[in-house]
């Protein structure tokens, strides 16, 4: 016989593998579909996706000089232009600024795009069509976003264009300009006889293609003042377009930018030497002027003597008045207002000089950053702020040497005057020529000087070094996206994680019994002697030569329940056995006529219809017109003539429920019931109640006390995990300690044995198809 299954709180939640398994197992075509289905879309989706190309380009800058230089002449190296890690941060954003990016759209008519029209996918042209649209005005920018036309073209000079739909078809000449009502555009044809048929032009707003590539390019720094510039595209070769001109338009810019300083230096220089022109003419004409009036020939002969110191000193005067000339046409450019450059390369003082060019340097970089931020960035106030301190240094340094340089002149005057007291008795003529003669020298020193410098800053501006070296041109390096092995086989994962993901919510979401270790698991302590394998019929009964895995469960049922017997039993009369459920249609009235019909095999066995309010036993014995609540309600003191033989074996008797009454519950309260009882147990062996179910009605409570076993039915796929907590509720709240379980109708895939449960030369095991099994 087989041992008693017994559980602890211990093993509640156990999960029985094996069993978790078999539920998914009957899915197996679920997870065989989904997979299948999810690796067919992959390869579908692999086979219309478009690819994703990677391309990109490398960019060398120039070191920044740690000091600016003035010899232009001797030194050509330093007339490109260099950063500092720090200004090549702020290149990343002028990089991808938004007016280089518009004159790249621009410049490759970006915001046209040519389409090979597919069932499915649609593949993008780029230099490949012998056609080209160009849009030549929007006649509203801010509202237009992009229009869609369908173009077809034979081999001459006429083409059409319709709308996506096929509608409005009309006929245009290559060359004219066409209005398409967002504005005007102008169609070209290269000069080659190729038809084009259906294909597809899309015209895009320039700014919404701006802020495309703005997102699209991807810029990044090195520390060795490396830039990689790289993007990814499903047209590869467009991609390196973009790229190789990118980098142009950012080298003409910079260019350009560097030029401004050079061309300011430049016409500040031609400024000064017109005015000096003009004030060395005029000089020129006074000279000759004193010469003629007063017959001026020779002063070397006159003056050689006195006039030795007053020539050295005015040497000196000479020096100093040049430098002072200078510094204040340089200082009242610095106190000018604005923030505009200053010439650069004059010959002032080393300390000076550096503060003008890195002056220059900020206001240039203020400038660049200025084109696509507004002055309220972070970054333009802190450069203006930095503006500001520098010139005023500037301005304090240039007072400085003003002041010095006049005050040595001021000195040398001193010193000349003394000088030309002891010439008094020169002529006036002579000291006027001398005052002519020291300011044209003055001048000519000054217009020579300036020359100089003017050639140095031409060669400045004649040299158009790029702002970035290429060290890469652009190329693609290879397809990024999709990723097809990854996508396929994470597809067919996916289909199986889903497949996975379907049963286990379905076992979550499943709130029925299905097996022992379920009853196990929700009641505490739970007994469960006996399993009933699934049966198709209803009122199925076991025969006395009957092995199959029905009746062969409810023999190791019988084991089962004549063990607790007698373990729990003590006297030798028959032993009462109450059927219960929960609910109604769990089986437990067929579950008692088959025990009664296991134990009839050797033992008198008496079932009583004890379920007064649906009575069932007549599915198996032919309805008699008496029964319980006849016996209980009449004078008889005998139930002989209420018992009927079973007519299934000769060892099983049955009283039927018989007619039904409207008070069950105190019927089967009442002493007549316990005694009659307590005399039918001296005729059976086993006498078996099947009562009513005690979650809907009371009647059962009263047979409690009465029974020596209880034996609680529930159904397999029927009965609710919520019953059986109501079952070990009741089990608890009337201190049962007699209640065991009896799972009825479970499937083969539940079961304890599975297929396997017969024995004998008598149990035949049928053979399943392969994907029965």
């Keep these: 016989m087989e041992l008693l299954d017994t559980q602890t709180k211990q093993t509640k939640h156990r999960l029985d593998l094996e069993k978790e398994f078999r539920k998914a197992l009957k899915f197996w075509p679920l997870f065989i579909v ?115 036309f369908i173009l077809d073209s034979g081999t001459g000079n006429s083409f059409s264009l319709s709308s996506v739909d096929g509608s409005h078809l009309k006929t245009y000449q290559f060359g004219s300009l066409v209005d398409l009502g967002f504005g005007s555009v102008i ?63 950012y080298n003409d810019e910079g260019i350009k930018d560097k030029n401004q300083e050079s061309q300011f230096t430049a016409d500040f220089i031609d400024r000064r030497l017109q005015i000096i022109t003009d004030e060395l003419a005029g000089i020129e004409n006074q000279k000759e002027g004193v010469k003629r009036d007063y017959q001026i020939t020779d002063l070397a002969t006159q003056a050689q003597l006195a006039l030795t110191n007053v020539n050295a000193n005015t040497k000196e005067v000479l020096g100093y008045a040049t430098q002072l000339d200078l510094v204040s046409s340089v200082y009242q450019l610095a106190n000018a207002g604005g923030q505009s450059l200053l010439p650069t390369g004059l010959g002032l003082s080393g300390a000076i000089d550096a503060q003008i060019s890195q002056y220059n340097d900020l206001v240039l970089t203020r400038n660049r950053v200025l084109k696509q931020a507004t002055n309220a960035n972070p970054a333009v106030i802190e450069m203006n702020k930095q503006i500001g301190i520098l010139k005023d240094a500037i301005r304090g340094n240039l007072a400085d040497v003003r002041r010095s340089l006049q005050d040595n002149i001021s000195r040398l005057q001193g010193d000349i005057n003394q000088d030309k007291g002891k010439i008094d008795r020169y002529p006036t003529q002579e000291k006027v020529f001398r005052s002519i003669d020291r300011q044209q020298n003055l001048k000519e020193a000054l217009y020579l000087f300036l020359l100089q410098k003017r050639e140095e800053n031409a060669i ?156 069932q036993l007549h599915r198996f014995v032919p309805r008699q017109k008496l029964g319980l609540t006849d016996y209980l309600i009449s004078n008889d003191a005998q139930a002989d003539a209420y018992i009927f033989s079973s007519g299934l074996s000769e ?123």
């Design 34 to 148: 989904l997979p299948l289905l999810f690796y067919a879309g992959a390869k579908i989706y692999m086979r219309y996706a478009q690819p994703q190309y990677f391309s990109k380009t490398t960019l060398k800058f120039e070191q920044a000089s740690p000091k600016p230089s003035t010899q232009a002449l001797n030194d050509l190296k330093n007339l490109g232009v260099g950063f500092s890690n720090d200004e090549l941060d702020a290149e990343t954003v002028v990089m991808v600024s938004k007016p280089i990016l518009g004159k790249v759209v621009k410049n490759l008519n970006l915001n046209v795009k040519y389409y090979s029209v597919g069932k499915i996918k649609e593949v993008e042209y780029y230099d490949e069509l012998p056609i080209r649209a160009e849009v030549v005005s929007l006649k509203n920018p801010d509202q237009f976003g992009g229009a869609s």
């Design 187 to 249: 169609f070209e044809k290269q000069p080659i006889s190729q038809a084009v048929h259906h294909i597809k032009v899309v015209f895009t707003n320039p700014k919404y293609v701006v802020s495309g590539l703005e997102g699209a390019l991807n810029v990044r720094i090195y520390k060795s003042l490396l830039m990689d510039i790289n993007m990814v595209s499903p047209t590869y070769k467009k991609s390196e377009a973009i790229l190789a001109e990118l980098v142009k338009v």
């Design 460 to 615: 400045n501006l004649a040299v158009a070094l790029p702002k970035a070296k290429v060290i890469n041109p652009p190329y693609t390096s290879g397809v990024v996206a999709p990723k097809g092995q990854l996508i396929i086989w994470g597809s067919t994962l996916l289909g199986f994680v889903l497949a996975l993901g379907f049963v286990v919510v379905r076992g979550l979401m499943d709130t029925k019994v299905y097996s022992k270790a379920d009853i196990l698991n929700l009641v505490d302590n739970a007994t469960l002697i006996g399993e009933i394998p699934e049966s198709k019929a209803d009122a199925v009964l076991v025969g006395a030569n009957d092995f199959s895995m029905f009746a062969e469960s409810f023999r190791i049922l019988s084991s089962n329940l004549k063990y607790i017997l007698k373990t729990r039993k003590t006297t030798d009369d028959a032993a009462v056995i109450l059927v219960t459920s929960s609910v109604k249609g769990e089986g437990k009235t067929t579950l008692s006529m088959n025990l009664a019909m296991s134990l009839a095999g050797s033992s008198k066995v008496l079932i009583i219809g004890a379920d007064i309010r649906n009575p």
């Design 651 to 773: 060892h099983l008797d049955v009283m039927f429920s018989g007619a039904k009454a409207p008070n069950p519950n105190d019927l089967l309260d009442m002493a007549k019931f316990d005694e009659m009882i307590d005399t039918l147990k001296v005729h059976y062996q086993y006498i078996i109640l099947d009562s009513a179910p005690v979650m809907l009605v009371s009647d059962t409570i009263h047979l409690v006390d009465l029974s020596d076993v209880i034996l609680y039915v529930a159904k397999a796929g029927y009965t609710e995990k919520s019953m059986m907590h109501f079952a070990d509720d009741f089990r608890k709240e009337h201190h049962i300690d007699k209640l065991s379980f009896v799972l009825n109708s479970v499937k083969p895939e539940f079961s304890r044995y599975g297929n396997k449960y017969g024995y004998g030369y008598y149990h035949v095991e049928s053979k399943k198809a392969f994907f029965k099994k």
